[in-house]
């Protein structure tokens, strides 16, 4: 059972940063490509950004040129980046797979963008 563990999340004013982590619990970590979601209260979980095993990243419109994504797989790591953050931005963050095959989610980090 592999565990997802996220965590850096927090309250931060509009225009902050934040770096969320993610740490998976995964004997082979490098060949998984991985991404981060955000859900708020009533909506679907959405898909915030991926990043393939090759390293080649893709983001959702509304975050581009604010968030980076990136892995460190020697340390079984996905990191989010955010910058210039939007109070629409507020959410709980998480990581799983990309390839749709999802493991055990875990518990999330919240991020609130609020003044």
């Known amino acids: 059972q592999v565990q997802l563990v996220e965590s850096g999340g927090g309250l931060v004013q509009p225009g902050g940063s934040l770096r969320l982590s993610c740490v998976a619990s995964?004997?082979?970590?490098?060949?998984?490509?991985m991404a981060w979601y955000r859900q708020t209260p009533g909506k679907q979980r959405e898909l915030v950004a991926r990043?393939?095993?090759?390293?080649?990243?893709s983001y959702r419109d509304s975050v581009k040129g604010r968030f980076t994504i990136s892995r460190d797989n020697a340390k079984n790591t996905v990191y989010l980046q955010m910058n210039s953050l939007k109070p629409e931005d507020t959410a709980v963050y998480y990581c799983?797979?990309?390839?749709?095959?999802?493991?055990?989610w875990g518990q999330g980090t919240q991020v609130t963008v609020s003044s």
């Open positions: 990043i393939t095993t090759g390293g080649a990243t």
């Open positions: 995964r004997r082979i970590f490098s060949i998984i490509p």
């Open positions: 799983n797979r990309a390839d749709g095959v999802f493991d055990s």
